[in-house]
C-alpha cells in the first residue's frame, strides 16, 4: 500500500515540475507586419493586445472589395462572349476565388466596425473605365479573349501594387495575410495570362 502511495506522490510531483516549466515557457508577441516580434513571460500573454487597423489597413480593404467587385463584372461577360475554352476557364477561376475574398473583406470590416467601400474608383490602380468595360461588353471572339486579358493583366498587376503598399504601410496582421493570397494569387494570373496572350 505504501509502494502506491509513494508512485501516486511522485506522479504529482512530476506533473507540477511539467507545470511550472510551461509557465516559464516565454510567448512570442504578434508586432505589426514586416516588425520584430518580442518575446513576453507566459504570465502577460493576455494582456498583451495586438495593435488595432490604422488607415492603411482600412483603406486597403475598402478599396480592393471595390476592385474585386469590377474584376468580377468582367469575368461575368466571358461565358457567353469568349471563344478561348482556356479564357474562360481563367475568368471562372478569377471569379472563384474573389467573391470569398470579399466576403472575408467584408467580415473584416463588420468585426471592426468599418462601414462601405471606397468610392473613387478611379484613384485605384489598374482599375479599367467605364468606356473599356463598354467596349468588352461588346466585343466578341478572340476579339474579346485578347481585350479580356489585356485589361485583367492591367487590374492585376494595380491590385498587386496595393497589395504592396498595404504590407509596408498597414498594422494588421489579417490584412497582411489578405496582401498576401493576392500577391501571390494574381502574379500566377498574370502569368498565365501572359502566355495566353501569346498563343491568341
Not at 476592385?67 to 475554352?85: C, I
Request: aromatic share 4%; glycine share 8%; with cysteine.
Amino acid at each position: 500500500m505504501r509502494s502506491g502511495v509513494v508512485v501516486v506522490a511522485a506522479a504529482i510531483a512530476l506533473l507540477a515540475g511539467c507545470t511550472s516549466e510551461q509557465e516559464q515557457v516565454p510567448v512570442i508577441a504578434p508586432d505589426t507586419p514586416g516588425g520584430s516580434a518580442s518575446t513576453i513571460a507566459a504570465s502577460d500573454a493576455t494582456g498583451h493586445v495586438p495593435p488595432p487597423p490604422n488607415a492603411a489597413d482600412r483603406d486597403y480593404v475598402s478599396m480592393m472589395i471595390a476592385h474585386h467587385e469590377q474584376a468580377l463584372a468582367m469575368t461575368r461577360f466571358a461565358p457567353d462572349r469568349a471563344e478561348n475554352q482556356t479564357v474562360k476557364g481563367l475568368a471562372e477561376r478569377i471569379r472563384f476565388s474573389q467573391e470569398p475574398e470579399i466576403g472575408a473583406m467584408k467580415q473584416w470590416q463588420r468585426t471592426h466596425g468599418i462601414v462601405g467601400s471606397h468610392g473613387d474608383h478611379g484613384s485605384m490602380p489598374g482599375m479599367a473605365t467605364q468606356e473599356q468595360l463598354t467596349a468588352l461588353g461588346a466585343a466578341r471572339g478572340k476579339e474579346f479573349d485578347r481585350m479580356f486579358l489585356e485589361l485583367m493583366i492591367k487590374h492585376h498587376e494595380g491590385a498587386i501594387k496595393m497589395a504592396t503598399d498595404v504590407r509596408a504601410s498597414g498594422t494588421n496582421v489579417t490584412v497582411e495575410e489578405m496582401a498576401d493570397d493576392v500577391v501571390a494569387t494574381q502574379s500566377d494570373e498574370i502569368n498565365r495570362m501572359r502566355k495566353l496572350l501569346t498563343e491568341l
